[in-house]
């Protein structure tokens, strides 16, 4: 019985899989845990949608930026672009299931046999756990209940940048969804930044990587991440676990073991 955590996989089916053979990955007693962008701008990501969900109870994702992005292309709020590469996905036959999985899958997962948290995007050092967690399942009643679209409409923006108990419930909503799927950078008083997007050492003075001031702060738990393919899974940091090593920009997939803390890498076939 083990856990894998997985980074971003965005319709890199085969090298999935690959991982899954190296570990003799059993859904009936393994569990895969996917940290965000399940599909979009790989070659497979209807097959990857397909695995999730015949896998069943045995795979727990965390909502990435491009997963939100799809129910938005979905709902005709948007429409996909052609790097984006959805058009098989989007005329599955079993698209309309994958949606209704995918709408109830959480922002951020706990796994507090191993003091872990997995999220997109990553965690703001200056909320507590809970309130994340009070903030997540607020945001993921709304993308369950019948009238998700209409949130899915105040999603995108880059306001608020920081938290305040004074926040509308709409600005709550945009918050969370932009911790936990699209932070990177924060400025000197811990506001999100989403111009900056090169790796760390290249950025402005004036930002540091959201991992960086949550790494000071002993009192929450290791968090597994992905989201940030430039940092090629180096942090310099042990309370903090970055998965995403670009597979789909032709560098690696990389899986990781809670049980034993190994990891597990998989070059890019395509």
């Known amino acids: 019985m083990a856990h894998y955590f997985v980074g971003d996989i965005q319709g890199c089916y085969s090298e999935l899989m690959s991982l899954l053979d190296r570990v003799n990955f059993e859904p009936s007693t393994d569990t895969l845990v996917p940290v965000g962008d399940l599909v979009a ?55 309309e299931d994958y949606i209704d999985w995918l709408r109830f899958q959480p922002l951020i997962r706990c796994f507090p ?20 967690l009070s903030l997540a399942d607020s945001a993921q009643q709304k993308l ?3 009238n998700y679209q209409d949130w899915l409409k105040k999603m995108y923006g880059n ?8 926040l509308s419930d709409t600005d709550k909503f945009r918050l969370i969804v932009n911790i936990t799927t699209r932070m990177r950078y924060l400025d000197k008083r811990n506001r999100l930044d989403f111009k900056a997007k090169m790796p760390v050492g290249e950025s402005p003075k004036s930002l540091t990587p959201w991992f ?3 790494a000071e702060n002993t009192m929450m738990p290791k968090v ?21 090593t670009g597979c789909v920009w032709g560098n690696e997939l990389t899986m990781y073991c809670a049980e034993n803390q190994t990891y597990y890498r998989k070059s890019a076939l395509a």
């Open 41 to 95: 701008r790989g070659p497979e990501s209807e097959l990857v949608a397909s695995l999730m969900l015949k896998l069943g109870d045995a795979v727990k994702p965390v909502l990435g930026n491009h997963d939100l992005h799809l129910l938005s292309i979905y709902s005709g709020l948007y429409s996909a672009k052609k790097n984006d590469k959805l058009e098989a996905l989007l005329n599955a036959e079993f698209i």
């Open 224 to 244: 597994i991440f992905g989201h940030w393919a430039s940092l090629l899974g180096q942090t310099n940091r042990q309370s903090v676990i970055a998965l995403d």
């Open 212 to 214: 960086e001031c949550y």
């Open 113 to 132: 046999e191993f003091n872990l948290v997995t999220s997109h995007a990553g965690l703001h050092p200056d909320l507590s756990l809970d309130l994340h």
């Open 159 to 166: 306001k608020p940048d920081c938290y305040s108990q004074d």
């Open 144 to 146: 369950r209940a019948d």
